[in-house]
């Protein structure tokens, strides 16, 4: 059967095989892109919650400055009044 391959049949199944190396091909670069695109959406999520979260601790951290000005402040006060230290433990 090798010997009565013609050029048009060497062609043929040359193309056939190109078709199905392309589609394969298509199908891993397809596949790529939906992986690319759900990591992305992930990595987008994650920033989104670190940066709620980094929100949070700045907050946070800013009412504990004010917080310590406070008592520095009513400690100062107690001690001016009533001449009593308050230390923290």
Same mark, same amino acid.
């Given at each position: &059967?090798? $010997?009565?391959?013609?050029? @048009?049949? =060497?062609? /043929?199944?040359? #193309? %056939? #095989?190109? %078709?199905?190396?392309? $589609?394969?091909? $298509?199908?891993?670069?397809?596949?790529?892109? @939906? /992986?690319? /695109? *759900?990591?992305? #959406? %992930?990595?987008?999520?994650?920033?989104?919650?670190?940066?709620?979260?980094?929100? @949070?601790?700045? $907050?946070? *951290?800013?009412? &504990? *400055? =004010?917080?310590?000005?406070? &008592?520095? +402040? !009513?400690?100062?006060? !107690?001690? *001016? +009044?009533?001449?009593?230290?308050?230390?923290? #433990?």
């Amino acid at each position: &059967m090798a $010997d009565n391959l013609t050029k @048009k049949d =060497i062609e /043929e199944l040359l #193309q %056939a #095989q190109t %078709a199905n190396i392309l $589609d394969a091909l $298509d199908a891993g670069l397809t596949k790529a892109r @939906k /992986e690319r /695109e *759900e990591l992305r #959406q %992930a990595i987008h999520e994650l920033t989104n919650t670190l940066d709620a979260f980094l929100k @949070k601790l700045t $907050d946070y *951290e800013t009412e &504990m *400055e =004010i917080f310590r000005k406070k &008592m520095d +402040k !009513i400690t100062a006060f !107690i001690k *001016e +009044k009533f001449g009593v230290e308050i230390t923290a #433990q």
